[in-house]
């Protein structure tokens, strides 16, 4: 069974899991008075100029969760109107994304430039009932006769050409007549809305660039506002569901449908998601990239789809984040504790337990045979008992913390120092006896220490207790990896304002080198998820091979960025 199909059968055998909210309220009040023939359809329209974020991914489950809850259809529409700014990469990586998501479009995969003749014929409708225009005014011109928040703007001195000076213009604007720039089509409305949507917005202009599926056809494009209404008519959408920016967009968005008199979709706008210590914007995430401040758009300290996925995210997570968080009217910003702690709840309960040491301090166990190996038993997840146990070796030199072990421990310090007691995880109950230092820098190189062989975990002679356990790898069998701890990308909850980028955090990446593992991760494959007993969560990186593993952090196990002073 795909994701998809897991899903939906979650949704129908346990329909209370499901959240309302305003926009299903709506939905639930159009059905009931029979509206659209009681037919749900939505789509999501991302723009391929760049690789989806944890906001899409919200606008993601929202308009195909309606669909699937419904029992109706959710397209997915690339709106490819700037040929400038879009690649074929980010159509695949958009696809990518929604189907790792676990939603799928079925046979409703669309492109606004599947309709570029049917707006164009629209277009020429409005044209001949005398509702748009040719314009010869520049951008720049088009912009300093808009008017003001107090002041009507100016009516273009090309409004009134004649319907037959339009029809030509604007066959001529597709024939390629005319240079970029040299003319738009605008509808005309009032140049004196107090919404300055409706102040004569363009409708087309003169772009002569190759459109990577229409090639070199055509050479003008239409904007968003003209494309949007009418490519959700076109494909029967019934409820449009927007982000808040586009509110002030929908009295446009009516009249156009209205004036072309042809299947009217209802817009609902939602709040975006906005995270703290995160951006957003695709402008900023594009610099970030560019500018080296990220290895690219899947980089783990990004909150683009592919970067969360290249961290360790799971689907099952974000989809939880999404409901968790709902849907709002009014913007806001969500403390991005949430989506971790959505995260470390569905890997608590799916990911297996292994033992890594970051960074190594060696300990020897005086006593323990030297060239023997010993098998011990231990927990793949204990919230999931399916998962079985594994075996771990133990012999008399073993890898520690080197936190785990202080010459001169603080007060209330329950792991290992000179003389005192610890229990080595799933092995037995050591005590320090010394250390060995490197002769010229003083620092401590080894621990040496004695085992107790009547307190191996597990044992009927195990129950003596000590206060103290910690986690440790065996030195012959252990694997060799490279650690990238992964944290937030910026220092502050609000990195924004024109100094945005002097608030990267300059610690959201340390790579350690040389970590040990236990053996069994030497089989590990790009993708698989684990919990490092004590440490987090870990991924292995898509980079990872065999001979040179590599290993991302996903997540702390709790939040130690709430300990952090924020003074």
């Avoid at 899903?7 to 009040?29: G, H, L, Q």
């Avoid at 790009?526 to 996903?554: H, I, W």
């Amino acid at each position: 069974m795909t994701t998809a199909e897991n899903m939906k059968a979650e949704s129908e055998n346990n329909n209370t899991a499901v959240r309302t909210n305003f926009i299903r309220e709506i939905i639930d009040e159009d059905l009931k008075n029979g509206k659209n023939a009681g037919r749900v359809h939505t789509r999501f329209p991302p723009e391929p100029n760049g690789y989806l974020h944890i906001g899409h991914a919200k606008s993601i489950c929202l308009n195909f969760g309606i669909a699937r809850d419904y029992k109706g259809f959710c397209n997915l529409r690339f709106d490819d109107t700037n040929p400038t700014k879009e690649e074929v990469e980010y159509v695949d990586s958009i696809m990518e994304d929604v189907r790792w998501l676990g939603f799928d479009w079925d046979d409703r995969l669309y492109y606004a430039s599947d309709y570029f003749e049917q707006l164009y014929e629209f277009a020429v409708k409005l044209i001949k009932k005398g509702k748009a225009f040719v314009c010869d005014l520049t951008a720049d011109q088009i912009r300093e006769t808009r008017g003001t928040l107090t002041e009507p703007g100016k009516d273009s001195p090309y409004r009134d050409r004649s319907v037959q000076e339009n029809l030509d213009l604007f066959e001529r604007m597709r024939k390629g007549e005319f240079p970029n720039g040299a003319r738009t089509l605008r509808a005309k409305i009032d140049m004196a809305s107090p919404n300055f949507n409706m102040r004569d917005p363009v409708m087309y202009r003169i772009l002569h660039a190759e459109h990577h599926r229409t090639g070199n056809k055509w050479c003008i494009y239409p904007t968003y506002d003209w494309a949007h209404g009418q490519s959700d008519s076109i494909e029967g959408i019934t409820h449009s569901i927007c982000t808040l920016e586009f509110e002030i967009h929908r009295p446009l968005y009516d009249w156009f449908l209205e004036e072309l008199e042809i299947h009217h979709p209802q817009q609902i706008e939602f709040a975006r998601l906005n995270l703290t210590y995160t951006v957003m914007s695709k402008r900023k995430l594009l610099q970030l990239v560019e500018e080296g401040h990220v290895s690219g758009w899947d980089d783990p300290r990004m909150p683009t789809i592919c970067g969360l996925r290249r961290r360790g995210y799971t689907s099952t997570a974000i989809r939880n984040f999404a409901d968790r968080i709902g849907v709002a009217k009014r913007e806001y910003t969500q403390d991005v504790t949430v989506l971790e702690d959505c995260l470390r709840d569905d890997l608590n309960k799916h990911a297996r337990r292994v033992m890594a040491v970051l960074r190594p301090l060696k300990l020897v166990v005086e006593n323990y045979p030297e060239g023997k190996t010993e098998e011990l038993d231990a927990v793949n997840n204990p919230e999931d008992p399916s998962l079985g146990s594994r075996k771990i070796p133990f012999s008399n030199v073993l890898y520690i913390e080197q936190d785990d072990f202080r010459e001169n421990p603080p007060k209330k310090y329950f792991r290992l120092s000179p003389g005192a007691e610890v229990r080595l995880r799933y092995a037995y109950i050591v005590k320090c006896t010394g250390v060995v230092k490197d002769k010229k820098t003083g620092e401590i190189i080894e621990v040496r220490c004695t085992y107790d062989p009547e307190t191996k975990s597990g044992s009927s002679q195990s129950g003596r207790k000590v206060k103290g356990t910690i986690h440790w790898v065996s030195a012959a069998h252990a694997v060799h990896a490279d650690v990238y701890l992964y944290d937030r990308l910026f220092s502050t909850e609000d990195p924004s304002g024109d100094n945005w980028k002097d608030l990267i955090n300059p610690k959201s990446l340390e790579i350690l080198k040389h970590c040990k593992l236990e053996p069994g991760l030497a089989m590990s494959k790009p993708g698989d998820r684990f919990q490092f007993e004590r440490l987090g969560y870990f991924c292995v990186d898509t980079d990872s091979k065999a001979e040179a593993l590599k290993f991302n952090r996903t997540v702390t196990l709790r939040d130690t960025w709430a300990k952090v002073d924020k003074s």
